[in-house]
């Protein structure tokens, strides 16, 4: 397993695993969402573009998962569904971590439970909630935090 940062070439791979990977952040949500493409979301795909991103490949340099950042905010993380539970989002999210310095925040579908306990295991906390939109479904969301002095577990 490597984590490296992205390539031209994995771009693919990124729409593959966003396309596979973002219906499962609105699972757990009453209201269906009408899931697009990264490179069908002008917005998204404008963040990736400008975000600095990182990748996890297998020993066979298939990408499994990604993250986003700017600044000291991550901007998201995705796993391809085949390579979750393999602690593929915890090593994308340490790597960050070992790179920036100072408070990193973050913000996660407060339905999510499964990404919020990730983040809260990192030394994430939860610091507030509003309501954020995807297309056009409200959604509420999470504003999680995790302050300078926390250290990795």
């Not at 070439?9 to 009453?30: G, S, V």
């Not at 002008?42 to 996890?56: G, I, K, T």
């Not at 790597?95 to 990404?115: D, H, I």
């Amino acid at each position: 397993m490597t984590i490296r940062d992205y390539r031209p070439e994995d771009l693919e791979r990124i729409l593959t695993i966003y396309a596979q990977a973002k219906p499962d952040e609105f699972r757990f949500e009453k209201s269906e969402f009408d899931v697009v493409g990264l490179e069908q979301d002008a917005q998204r795909f404008d963040d990736f573009q400008r975000s600095r991103v990182q990748v996890w490949a297998d020993e066979n340099e298939s990408v499994e998962g990604y993250i986003t950042w700017q600044g000291q905010k991550i901007g998201s993380l995705f796993v391809h569904p085949r390579a979750r539970g393999r602690g593929v989002g915890r090593a994308l999210v340490a790597a960050v971590l070992a790179r920036l310095e100072g408070e990193v925040r973050l913000n996660v579908v407060s339905s999510n439970t499964p990404a919020q306990q990730l983040y809260d295991s990192l030394g994430f906390r939860l610091v507030g909630e509003f309501l954020g939109f995807y297309r056009d479904n409200e959604v509420l969301v999470s504003e999680m935090r995790r302050p300078a002095a926390e250290m990795e577990s």
